[in-house]
DNA sequence: GAATTTGCCTAAATGTTTTAGGTAAACGCA
DNA sequence: TGCGTTTACCTAAAACATTTAGGCAAATTC
């Protein structure tokens, strides 16, 4: 009998490709076998469970994430800077609709440490060097612009926006243009 | 057989619990079954499927939140009004978070039209009159706010900003304050 | 080419989802 | 009060997903 080769690489990559096709919650270990045409006990010899499986994607999601931020921040600054970033998230969710939710999924402690989450944290701050903030405001405004890119990305996906005047893509111009200026004008602690 | 009295209603208010207990992506049938001590096939006289399920815990979460909200809103203007909101969506969170990842699971389009989403955008509406902006400003803003809440609250939950100091209670008031000095000095259209 | 490792297999247990068709309790009414 | 209808829950069974155990043959190593 011919070998697949399979590998957790493979497997996960084609988990991803699944995703973005059917949705991450239909992301099965049975269907990954139906796809590489062999029988469903054979993936367990490379990955401990489906849930080691669904972690396995989300990481695959966050790294890709990260790795795209990274590009459109180099050699940016400002308002130019925060609108690419921007965008890297808005169009990784709307290429990659299953890879997107898999990134949110809730990891556990161990596979939240090695992710590539802190990168995302980095990138935001090297961001915020462009606008005049301290610590702690600066921490303060990276998880604010962590929640707007996810919130708008999320309820724009979901369909919350839809079927409303005026479209979202005049919307997001606009938000980015409330966050620069609230970022250039970042209130004082009462 | 004494006989147990299920409604969709009752199976709906027991898998909202079961959310909250267990998560809502582990809501199943079965376990309702169980918790009701009747067979499993009983349950299909009252959901449609275990989608139906969803859906209607979905909508139940909904329901309860547009409630909080409106309770919050009553009597309050400018800042008072956007805090207590915003605080609506986060306690609503922390008390029942399987019901508040409910509230994010994606409806079909039938069932969108009949949620209270609508509810929710007409106060954060209401809110908004305490600020002065017009159409398509406040659309945006009320999109913006939207982001805002449910981002943050989702990556609370999530773990997101754990781990690093400052706390998530000062950052959410720094949040809040920004957001409300945003509103009211909201820039003009480039 | 033999020894070892590894990749995929069969088999089987367990659990969830869903449909079809049956029985008895509860209800509406003469 | 008894009768017929509706409704609530049942048994049975098919389809599919998850996971473990143990086996054989292909690939790798020497």
Redo the contacts with the bound molecule.
């Keep these: 009998?011919?070998?697949?080769?399979?590998?957790p690489e493979r497997l996960t990559r084609a988990g991803a490709e699944l995703a973005d096709e059917v949705g991450f919650d239909r992301v099965?270990?049975?269907?990954l076998?139906?796809r590489f045409?062999?029988?469903?006990?054979?993936?367990?010899?490379?990955?401990?469970?489906?849930?080691?499986l669904r972690t396995r994607i989300a990481l695959l999601a966050l790294e890709e994430l990260a790795d795209r931020a990274a590009d459109a921040l180099a050699g940016r600054a400002g308002k130019d800077a925060l609108t690419a970033l921007a965008n890297v998230y808005r169009d990784y969710a709307r290429e990659h609709p299953g890879r997107y939710a898999a990134a949110q999924f809730r990891l556990g402690p161990e596979a939240a440490a090695g992710s590539a989450g802190v990168r995302h944290a980095q990138m935001t701050r090297a961001l915020l060097r462009g606008y005049d903030l301290t610590e702690p405001d600066q921490t303060h405004a990276v998880r604010l612009l962590g929640s707007v890119f996810h919130g708008y990305v999320s309820l724009e996906m979901g369909g919350g926006f839809s079927h409303s005047a005026p479209d979202t893509q005049e919307t997001w111009s606009r938000v980015l243009d409330a966050l620069d200026a609230l970022l250039r004008n970042w209130p004082a602690t009462p």
Tied chains: 1, 2.
Excluded: F, P
């Design positions: 009998m011919a070998r697949v080769r399979l590998t099965t270990v049975s269907e076998a139906r045409d062999v029988k469903v006990a054979s993936l367990y010899s490379h990955l401990r469970n489906s849930q080691d």
